[in-house]
């Protein structure tokens, strides 16, 4: 096995083509869900400021993201229009916003029609003080709905310029093959990117209390793999279960659960040898692992601090062998 560790700053960053689209991307995305709720506005540009000189470009939010605080509205998304007029860098970032989310007080009231997705629409155009989102997802899916309430009204939204790409987040298999079905048919763009819960770390389905969530199993992966159809993976870091793990930190019942399986003991094992070998944190490994696959997957993190970022920043200079990333798939259950 040979390994190669390099960090070589802004001009070196490598940018990633998502597939049946212009966007060239960072590959790791800046989460923005704790923006103006657990990190305040300043931290927040200060943030993104430090991001994008680290070479990023990719900022992920949502229409929902600080609704679960009483107050204002699109905390997240309103901080980083704020921003981006504040620096002009509009054209230089490629945003990622997502809308049609169930109402937070209940979340089995679906959103998922032509009303409620143009009214996010307008709304996140206009938190985000711009005239275009470059991919915008829908947030939620209701399979009781037809696709075709979906995929008519953001196509149309492409077509006024409003979103450049659309792509699905937490939406089933089955039902993603259905739109994009459809969209063939129809002679429609179609999801260019799926947006799921994905990380080095397998995942005990039966943990997950929020069933809404979907999570990458072997199937969708192969999928993936297939058609290639690019992938944005939340929760990339596990909640930081590994690194815990290895510290001998306290995780909490709710986080043991959800990842103390046999797999990941294995999982574990291999990681702390990759790691080790190469000198770099297990979280930068972790994250690696995700870029490092046949179509184009990007991580989505967010950061507590501006340590956490550079640390963050640092797993995309980092190469793994292909028998690394072999050795993993061939441990890993995805799901259990």
């Not at 981006?84 to 970032?93: H, I």
């Not at 409620?116 to 629409?121: A, G, H, L, S, V």
């Not at 997950?208 to 993936?224: G, P």
């Not at 058609?227 to 815990?244: E, I, P, R």
């Amino acid at each position: 096995m040979s390994f190669t560790s390099k960090y070589q700053g802004v001009s070196m960053m490598k940018k990633v083509l998502l597939s049946n689209t212009e966007l060239y991307v960072s590959q790791l995305s800046l989460g923005t869900v704790n923006y103006g709720t657990e990190m305040d506005t300043k931290a927040a540009k200060n943030q993104m400021n430090n991001f994008f000189e680290l070479g990023g470009n990719f900022i992920d939010t949502a229409h929902v993201y600080g609704d679960w605080v009483p107050g204002t509205k699109g905390r997240s998304e309103n901080i980083i229009g704020e921003w981006l007029k504040e620096t002009g860098l509009r054209q230089e970032v490629i945003i990622s916003t997502k809308g049609a989310h169930p109402p937070i007080s209940d979340m089995s009231i679906s959103r998922i029609n032509s009303t409620e997705i143009k009214r996010d629409i307008d709304e996140s155009l206009e938190n985000l003080g711009t005239d275009y989102i470059d991919l915008y997802f829908l947030h939620r899916d209701d399979p009781d709905v037809p696709v075709s309430v979906a995929l008519d009204v953001l196509e149309l939204a492409r077509q006024q310029g409003k979103i450049r790409y659309y792509g699905c987040s937490n939406w089933s298999l089955p039902r993603i093959i259905e739109a994009n079905t459809y969209a063939k048919e129809h002679n429609y763009a179609g999801f260019v990117c799926n947006q799921l819960m994905w990380s080095l770390a397998d995942i005990n389905e039966s943990a997950m209390t929020d069933k809404t969530l979907v999570l990458m199993d072997e199937e969708t992966f192969n999928y993936h793999e297939k058609t290639n159809m690019s992938v944005m993976a939340y929760t990339s870091a596990a909640k930081g279960y590994f690194t815990k793990l290895f510290l001998n930190k306290d995780i909490s019942d709710k986080i043991s659960s959800r990842y103390d399986t046999l797999s990941n003991k294995l999982i574990f094992d291999e990681l702390i040898k990759v790691a080790k070998e190469v000198c770099v944190s297990l979280i930068e490994v972790e994250l690696a692992y995700i870029m490092h696959q046949q179509f184009a997957s990007v991580p989505i993190v967010s950061f507590s601090n501006d340590e956490q970022l550079e640390q963050g920043m640092k797993s995309c200079e980092l190469v793994l062998d292909d028998e690394v990333i072999k050795t993993f798939k061939k441990i890993k259950k995805y799901v259990v």
